[in-house]
């Protein structure tokens, strides 16, 4: 062979580009965002029968909130944990197993014969949350070909309308039948199962041959101090909306029932609009992040939604409703843009940024629920609802956010 003809092979081997990110795999998108709608919507079960629960135990509020707190941050406490052993062996088999302890939760609440076993069944269902969440965000962050704010909306929407269903499901499916209903619930767990064993098999074969398309892992070029200030600022942000969506989670119905007379269906239904605007609000979120910029996003859902919150407390029924909906669709669009933020800012730790802030997410709502309901017992569920309406304020700190793009 001739020395030009070699030079010609060099030269082309030094210019072969490298293996593309591989397209976003839909299929694998929508199966773990329909899974995170079975598991939401399974966990939204316990919160949606507490008027169910307080009547049939005789709980106080401050008891409400405990329930809340228990499930929460048993949640809060191991994703981070669970994240971080992920992020150095992902280990996809567990995604079918934190359906296990859903299933065994679900069970026991069924037949709770005390208060204590009502405490032991929603933690077992935190432990579920706790295992599920971080890896399936994982799932779809490397199934999104690059679309991480869409990848991540998409699996958000899910867990949200799940959420919204959970009310519903309910209203006319527990509420008639009584508590043990809670039971029939299990086999939504063994359809989840199923469907994550196949996941994790998309998982393991794409997982290694993803990472290599991937490349090595990029730095942001900003600086420790500045890296732990915009995460200081992201979990400020990340309190603000988590606490105001407990206390619309666990007390609008106990709010419309005191303060308007309604009935405990029709509260359901209001509840079922607040948790249905927050899914639908939450697929606008990524994909706006990813065009316009994911601080935008955050400025506009945390700060933009102040003015909705402040005029809740003071609203006629109809007006509540109006609210509401506006409130949820506004402060969705926040948390996939606050978790995709967060995973560029420590790129190549996905699952323990994952696991931190759905972990941060679910705790500071259970500490939410428990002190809201503790001030209820107090003062009145109108005076929580005042209180609450000035923390999205706290949105103003997004302005010592950096401009991730040009990082």
Known sequence: MSLRAENGIAAAAEVEPKPALPGTAYAVLFAISFCHLLNDMMQALVPAIYPLLKESYALDFGQIGLITLCFQMTASVLQPVVGAVTDKRPSPRSLAASMGFTLIGLLLVSRASSFGMLLLAVSLIGVGSAIFHPESSRIARMASGGRHGFAQSLFQVGGNAGTAIGPLTAAFIILPAGQKAV???????????????????????????????????????????????????????????????????????????????????????????????????????????????????????????????????????????????????????????????????????????????????????????????????????????????????????TIFLPNMRKA
Request: hydrophobic share 55%; proline share 3%.
């Open 183 to 397: 039971a029939w619930f299990a086999a939504v767990a063994l359809l989840a199962m199923l469907i994550l064993s196949r996941i994790s098999t998309w998982y393991t074969t794409h997982q290694v041959a993803r990472s290599k398309a991937a490349g090595p892992v990029r730095s942001t070029g900003l600086s420790r101090n500045k890296t732990l200030l915009s995460l200081g600022v992201l979990t400020a942000l990340l309190f603000s909306k988590s606490f105001y969506t407990a206390s619309m989670s666990s007390y609008l119905q106990f709010y419309l029932i005191e303060t308007f007379g309604v009935s405990v269906a029709m509260a359901q239904l209001y509840l079922f609009l607040f948790l249905g605007a927050l899914a639908v609000g939450t697929m606008a979120g990524g994909p706006l992040g990813d065009r316009i910029g994911r601080k935008y996003v955050i400025w506009f859902s945390i700060l933009g939604v102040l003015p909705f919150t402040a005029l809740l407390p003071y609203a006629s029924l109809m007006w509540t409703g109006v609210l509401v909906v506006l409130i949820g669709l506004i402060l969705a669009s926040a948390f996939s843009a606050i978790v995709v933020f967060g995973q560029e800012l420590l790129p190549g730790r996905i699952g323990m940024v994952s696991g931190l802030f759905f972990g941060l997410s679910f705790g500071i709502g259970g500490v939410g629920a428990a002190v809201l309901g503790e001030v209820a017992d107090w003062t009145s569920i109108g005076t929580v609802f005042k209180i609450c309406s000035f923390l999205p304020a706290i949105g103003i700190l």
